[in-house]
């Protein structure tokens, strides 16, 4: 069968995965359930998009679950030239906004114009939560983290002084878009605090 191909297309897309695999260098804060290392970015983007369709049940109704995995696995690209902050970080918010927006500019200028445009988009939805998808997943993403810190009994946590109240408030989107997730996770850290092994 005789074909047409877009090479200048093709070649744009090609350019862009290559260009991804950066995020395979992004270490992360959290380490992985057996504590034998930190994550690293691609490594929690796709644990995410896992953890997101397993509890779309959990969620709103009407969610867009294959919107929710796009979301997930192109949310922390911009950490391939931005690198990862610590979530508790309120100092470098500002500054980490700015090499975000950078890089999504860059990152996502690689692509052909209408998926730039896309990617691009989907990117920001997340980032701004202006829809019930970009809220779900923000709540996944916490809870994603979340689960691994437990699992290696808030040995991250400890490490960069957290606190259970600190970590109440960043999982808070849990309470409105997954009930079930945020009960099981306050659960969890009240068991934490009981144990001595994070502060309350």
Not at 67 to 86: S, T
Not at 126 to 154: C, M, P, Q, V, W
Request: net charge negative; hydrophobic share 40%.
């Amino acid at each position: 069968m005789l074909y047409s191909v877009n090479m200048n297309r093709l070649e744009k897309q090609i350019d862009f995965i290559i260009e991804i695999d950066g995020l395979k260098k992004i270490i992360r804060k959290n380490y992985l359930s057996d504590c034998a290392r930190l994550e690293n970015s691609a490594e929690h983007s796709w644990y995410f998009a896992i953890a997101a369709m397993i509890m779309a049940e959990h969620g709103p109704p009407g969610l867009d679950i294959n919107k929710v995995i796009m979301m997930a696995l192109i949310h922390d690209i911009v950490e391939i030239d931005a690198g990862d902050l610590l979530v508790f970080d309120e100092d470098g918010k500002p500054e980490q906004k700015e090499k975000e927006n950078q890089a999504a500019e860059r990152l996502f200028g690689i692509l052909p114009e209408d998926q730039s445009v896309l990617y691009r988009s989907l990117w920001q939805e997340f980032e701004e939560s202006i829809s019930h998808e970009a809220r779900y997943a923000k709540a996944l993403d916490r809870f994603s983290a979340f689960i691994l810190n437990y699992s290696t009994d808030g040995k991250a946590w400890r490490e960069h002084n957290v606190t259970a109240s600190m970590i109440r408030e960043k999982i808070s989107d849990m309470r409105s878009m997954v009930p079930m997730l945020w009960e099981y996770c306050s659960r969890k850290l009240d068991e934490l605090v009981e144990r001595k092994l994070l502060s309350p």
